[in-house]
């Protein structure tokens, strides 16, 4: 593709449209050419916000593009993939990928010919990467137990409270769909994907119409399990991801929203014999350096400079998707659902 990618940004109903706006507007592979939002109010503040003219008819917008990211309402990507990809567009679109598999489908049918990438920033956080070659090179041996715990603690904002994220029309859920997607698609990342899931959610304590609070548990055929937790309630919080292995173990912190804070050094620390003491990494979480939801875009923008296939595919955003609708359907149920990864 030809440079300077001309890039518009498609609905600012998710913050993370800011990061990538800054990324778009600051590489000297793109340019940002327009906003558009349903939301003509929001849209026109974001337009101010980073000096770029605001679009109001999706197809002008569209016509004047090489390129766009979505960043509206779940409910809403795939109306807005399928017109961006009729259009000829390529599309980075911020994750979950939808809020259902009939959705999925749709999305898979439209970007058949178009380049698509779906947003998930863990992928790009060193000390990540650092944990998944020390696990490639079978460093803590078999593994049998993982733990992730991923969140924040914005839903104790009455703006989030009230805002679409907690609408289940709008989202597809509450803190599952939202921040869990986060840590199932890391699982799969890591350690392929899981046979089957069992699951409990709660609204108990931010009394809103989804959950704020969920527990998921995950069984690999090889006998493994992760336990997935994830809450919009973690006012504080440290450990992130938990790894435990035959031979040993790794923990990490900072590396989510509610441990950021508080968690200043030793982000990663693994254990493989000898002394019984941690050994700790000087690898730096990308929530520390900054930059974390930029990176998505940045890569985005790489594949398209470079004619690469993107990083992150609409099958990593399908099928992490297929985990956490699996998950819902467990605590519905009451028993463990076998995964339906279509």
Same mark, same amino acid.
């Given at each position: ?11 600012f109903a ?9 990324v778009?507007k ?16 929001r849209?026109r ?10 679009e ?8 004047g ?9 779940t409910a809403r ?7 961006a990809?009729r259009a000829?567009?390529a +599309? ?6 939808a809020?259902s /598999?009939?959705?999925?489908g749709? +999305?898979?049918?439209?970007v058949?010919? @178009? ?11 060193p000390?990540n /990467? ?5 696990? %490639? ?5 078999? +593994?049998g /137990?993982?733990r ?11 703006g989030?409270?009230?805002s ?9 859920g509450?803190?599952l769909?939202?921040e869990?997607?986060h840590?199932a698609? !890391? ?5 392929g %994907?899981p ?12 009394? /809103?119409? @989804?959950e704020?609070?969920?527990i ?11 336990e997935?937790v994830?809450?919009?309630? #973690?006012v504080?919080?440290?450990n ?7 031979t040993?173990? &790794?923990? @990490?912190g ?19 014999g000898?002394e ?5 990494s000087?690898?730096?979480?990308r !929530? ?10 940045? &890569? #985005?923008?790489?594949?398209l400079a470079?004619g690469k296939s993107?990083?992150?595919?609409l099958?990593d955003?399908?099928?992490a998707l297929?985990m +956490? ?17 279509e």
């Amino acid at each position: 593709m030809t440079s300077p990618i001309r890039v518009a940004v498609l609905s600012f109903a998710h913050y993370h449209a800011n990061f990538w706006s800054e990324v778009f507007k600051a590489s000297p592979l793109a340019t940002l050419t327009a906003i558009w939002d349903d939301d003509a109010a929001r849209g026109r503040g974001a337009a101010a916000t980073h000096a770029v003219p605001f679009e109001a008819d999706l197809d002008t917008v569209l016509a004047g593009c090489d390129a766009v990211a979505i960043c509206s309402e779940t409910a809403r990507h795939a109306d807005l993939i399928e017109r961006a990809a009729r259009a000829g567009r390529a +599309i980075l679109c911020e994750k979950p990928l939808a809020t259902s /598999l009939a959705e999925c489908g749709r +999305i898979r049918a439209a970007v058949a010919r @178009v380049l698509f990438m779906q947003s998930f920033p863990k992928r790009f956080d060193p000390v990540n /990467l650092e944990l998944k070659r020390r696990l %490639e090179a079978r460093e803590f041996g078999r +593994i049998g /137990l993982v733990r992730v715990r991923h969140g924040h603690f914005y839903g104790r904002d009455a703006g989030f409270a009230a805002s679409w994220h907690a609408k289940r029309a709008a989202s597809g859920g509450g803190t599952l769909i939202d921040e869990g997607v986060h840590g199932a698609d !890391f699982l799969r990342w890591m350690f392929g %994907e899981p046979v089957a899931v069992t699951a409990v959610q709660s609204s108990a304590l931010l009394g /809103l119409d @989804v959950e704020d609070l969920a527990i998921a548990t995950y069984r690999y055929a090889d006998g493994m399990l992760a336990e997935l937790v994830t809450s919009w309630n #973690f006012v504080a919080a440290e450990n992130s991801i938990e790894v435990y292995g035959q031979t040993g173990s &790794a923990i @990490v912190g900072g590396v989510d929203l509610a441990s950021k804070d508080f968690c200043n050094a030793a982000w990663l620390k693994t254990y493989t014999g000898g002394e019984r003491t941690w050994t700790v990494s000087d690898t730096v979480p990308r !929530f520390k350096q900054g930059g974390f939801h930029q990176q998505n875009a940045l &890569a #985005f923008l790489d594949a398209l400079a470079h004619g690469k296939s993107p990083p992150i595919t609409l099958e990593d955003g399908a099928r992490a998707l297929a985990m +956490i609708l699996a998950a819902y359907e467990a605590a519905a149920l009451g028993r463990e659902v076998t995964i339906r990864f279509e």
